[in-house]
């Protein structure tokens, strides 16, 4: 990636869009090479499919779960137990991190019913130990595009570190 | 919603793709339904922009971080102290929570360099008492459409209880 | 519920009392009107047996114990273990709660002693891993009626909220 | 209280009902007797107003939060923060505790719009340095008599004791 | 116990003595009655022997730890766990506790080797499950007899109700 | 101290008294020799005063609270906070330690009403930041002698190691 | 680095002992080529002085503690908090963490009397708001050189990853 | 030691060198004497070999990890598991402690891809339970002379108690 590159990263986050044309308009980069960048970035898979952005709230997900799980401790454990955790219903994410905790679950679902389906769903998980969730009263960020998590100096800085 | 919505999102979400074509191959619905369909789904803000997937591996934000943070409790502090914690660069989801921890924060970082920033950027924050991250080994699951995270049939009771 | 059946209730728990005569001078809402919703609520099952309020303290049971309970993870294992809580002497509150802990419970206890027999019959039951268990001081509220826990405003606006 | 105030007591529980005919039946107490020592115990304040029961989940008070309260430390400080406290509008039961929480609440709420506002109305005590809700799954048990909380043996040997 | 038993016992602990004529002296009793208060005391098995006081420091038992025990939970087992927890050498007070840790400890030893020790011989117990210890820094008190932790008005008072 | 002292000690412990006769018959240490040591050993310190045990169950103290203190943190602050500690009302024992919590203090009261009146007197402590108490089910030891607590053997190979 | 530096650092560790005439007859590199090498990591600054290696039992220093600090939060705390700590008597190493804690200190003391020392030293830093020590039984590992935690394959990949 | 042996370790540390001319010039100590006392140190093994010092950060080890590990319960357990600690890659000290925690390490690891093969090397050990890490974000102190962690004085008046 080189400094044209991160700048229609960047665009494509602050316009929400992919379209050749606005981030011409965005980035004063000529629209043939907007075009060429962006088929070479999907190629080395950096951007992949244009896909639409859903709302939670408005298709119906709009209670969202942070979970905790211990899980029993043995060889290899994180990946089969985390495996199981990513297949159950409504599960979104699933990270598995070095602290005190051994999974760390963000699930969105669909009504209070659902809590107890998610509890009951991970008591019949067999190597899972005990689990710990709490409710978010507000999600006050949620991006999908993480450039748009970033001003473009700092984008520039730390991923083209050799132009410092 | 009615089921022919559902059966919709559930394939954009399937596919990786908001192709109506595609679409109708995987669902049978008639092509021009497909389209009405979508474009109603638009007007009601259930599905919003066609954007491009971003990998994150890939391109260069490879370092996930959970953070708990505390902060000063006060009338009203939950939304200005998280809309501060949102600003920060690398932020990427900024929940506040109903358990002991006041907000919890998913970041993606590109460097072991950005961690001692980001830590500086909380300490920055004046609102904020403490704070404690944690390292995600590894990302199980990280699902951007949260069709994908549910059966076909579990949608369908959940969305449409009234068909039950 | 409408407007009336709210504040019928309100006042239930206002006076303390389910006399048509002390509501109707409570509410200016006709004696007879009263009656017949008094009856209406109680065929939906709103309302439930008239029966008398227990002075605990002076009934002999002043002492108040709040017990978390961790059992042993599994399927369905938080109806089996809440029903077996719920039948030991004293237990008067069973939660199954989303948190850390497994369940939360109030307990009112007669005296010092039965203290380690409430331990001891905990002991007993076998799915239990550990409970954790603190003395109340001061009870500074216990309301039977939850209607008294709220502002007749309040539960104009959040149980007829078609009339915003 | 003798043995026949306290079968009389323990039937009000089992009958939900506090019908001097309904008790005479289950206790073989005489009616006249039952009807004095009713009177006898409204007197001595052991019972007080006969009240409807409300059924919580029907009378759209189905979301049950469970929270812990830290509070300014200072003198006579549980007092007084323990009454604001009780003025919340939701909140159902104020437990000053001797363990590591100050106070422990049960709030009965009525739609999740109101966790929201329930924790601003706690950010707006300014005594208060922190609080922490769990969430109710299933309340599996919540008797508003505690004399069905006991055998009749229990409560016989426990209020008695002179009799052992 | 009366009032004179009470100032009787609270001399003792001032003067660290129960020597009669100092008592005498102490309280203003007449020697006889402090002769015959002190009998009845010890019949009543109110006082004990009167034995050497220890000056743990100067007899070489300088280090005090004090260890949180918890063990496995079985029907009685806090019985049969705290008496053995009583045998191990070192171990001077042994409290089952209502709250979180099921027992606490408090030890004096000789030595830091005896530390070692010590966690040895409670890892050798096999009903523990986990034991955590801390060093005591300083003893600010410890106080052999309880009646001088009290001013002489409150012992009146709490001990003697009947005369508020 | 040499091994004649430690038996003598040990024996002291054992009896429950510091009669020379039964020191003599446990010991087969002469009894002149007894007299000498226990003079001997009164001089250095190691034995104080002789006094009489206190039953602190039949001398109405029987409830037993363990309390954790955290205190506001400063230069010296833990020989100041100690002192006002070990002056409150029925506070026998306080530690102050290595660990997570300041101070550790054993208190033996006489009525639950007490409970409340010492948590009221740690709160009008200053420099008090939170505490956090436990109620003791049972005292399974408790050894004013802490020479009981050791086997002979022990003793003699930990206080006179330069025999072994 | 290439494999014959990893090599010499390796035999270092396990000779210990940095001499060019061991170090040849450990890996069979000639003597000159190790004289070169030794010099080039000296001028890299990959190797320091040769400095002795103390035994800390032997020399007095037997007593290793383990703090955790919690500081006050504020913008670049972390540096002059972390540089005081560095400057107290005993403090042998001092880490800044991603985790709960603010600092994690290593200590290694002489007596027992100077853990009070050690703790009055931490309450002198203005910024710092707790601590909680805990006391090592044991020092399983305590390596001087990191060369000798691997063996050497592990070095060899981890090290020259292009070899892979 | 006497006060010339302190001052000859003291100098070792300031200096970061062994040179008997340079310990001269620093202590003022004769050149006979330093080489006397350092061939006396060695003899008694208060000083061991002199080995290079390794600069971690420029030998490609820069990422540090604390990590506490609990482990099961067992006779002994302390011995055999914290070996198997000891010998994982990458782990360079192994404590075992007193507190809540069995052990603690701290590790230095090349990459962060070693993280996860840390983690899953923990996984491999039977007895272990549970580990927690957190990653260290600046390491502000880590000294391997511990002469160098104290003052003259200091050391002067603990290591010679007589002299005070």
Same mark, same amino acid.
């Given at each position: ?62 209670? #969202? +779960?942070?979970? =905790?799980?211990?899980?029993?401790? $043995?060889?290899?454990?994180? %990946?089969?137990?985390?495996?199981? &955790?990513? /297949? ?50 507000? #999600? +006050?960020?949620? =991006?999908?595009?993480?450039?748009? $998590?970033?001003?473009?100096? %700092?984008?520039?800085?730390?991923? &083209?570190? /050799?132009?410092?």
């Amino acid at each position: 990636m080189d400094e044209k590159d991160i700048r229609i990263l960047k665009a494509i986050g602050t316009l929400g869009s992919g379209s050749p044309d606005r981030i011409t308009d965005e980035t004063g980069i000529p629209k043939s090479t907007v075009h060429y960048r962006l088929k070479k970035l999907q190629e080395d898979g950096i951007i992949e499919n244009e896909v639409f952005d859903i709302n939670f709230k408005k298709a119906g997900l709009g209670l #969202t +779960l942070i979970t =905790e799980v211990w899980a029993e401790y $043995d060889s290899g454990y994180h %990946k089969t137990v985390g495996e199981k &955790l990513g /297949e159950i219903n409504g599960v979104n994410q699933v990270y598995f991190t070095l602290g005190d905790t051994d999974f760390i679950l963000v699930s969105h679902l669909m009504s209070r019913e659902m809590v107890e389906e998610l509890i009951e769903a991970f008591e019949d998980v067999d190597e899972i130990d005990r689990t710990s969730s709490t409710f978010v009263i507000t #999600t +006050l960020k949620n =991006e999908p595009n993480p450039f748009n $998590d970033y001003d473009i100096e %700092k984008l520039m800085t730390k991923l &083209l570190p /050799e132009m410092d």
